[in-house]
């Protein structure tokens, strides 16, 4: 089964950057549909975030649109999210998935925290 590792997480003032990465152990990663979701505290409900295809499609939530940028490099297994003008309602656990066959395959999530 493949699995996902995220890092880049961390603190940022609010208009700050940050790019997190997600990396697969599967050499078939460039075929896979790539998502990126978050959880915000307080038990809300993880929401999507971004979505890149094998063939380099992406789709973005309205909330983030034109502030991230999903991408992927298939040389290195890895698929990022640049955050740009983070916004304090950005802070959550980001999340990468992946599906195979029809399971979904979660990586651990990174923390992202925006505030002054």
């Known amino acids: 089964q493949v699995q996902l590792v995220e890092s880049g997480g961390g603190s940022v003032q609010p208009g700050g950057s940050l790019r997190l990465s997600c990396t697969a152990s599967?050499?078939?990663?460039?075929?896979?549909?790539m998502y990126w979701y978050r959880q915000a505290p307080g038990g809300r409900e993880r929401e999507f975030v971004a979505?890149?295809?094998?063939?380099?499609?992406?789709t973005y939530a309205d909330y983030v649109k034109g502030r991230f940028t999903i991408s992927r490099d298939n040389a290195k297994n890895t698929v990022y999210l640049q955050m740009n003008n983070l916004k304090p309602e950005d802070t959550a656990v980001y999340s990468c998935?992946?599906?195979?066959?029809?399971?979904?395959?979660w990586g651990q999530g990174t923390q992202v925290t925006v505030s002054s």
């Open positions: 599967d050499s078939a990663f460039r075929n896979f549909d």
């Open positions: 998935k992946t599906r195979e066959g029809f399971s979904d395959i």
């Open positions: 979505y890149i295809g094998g063939s380099g499609v992406t």
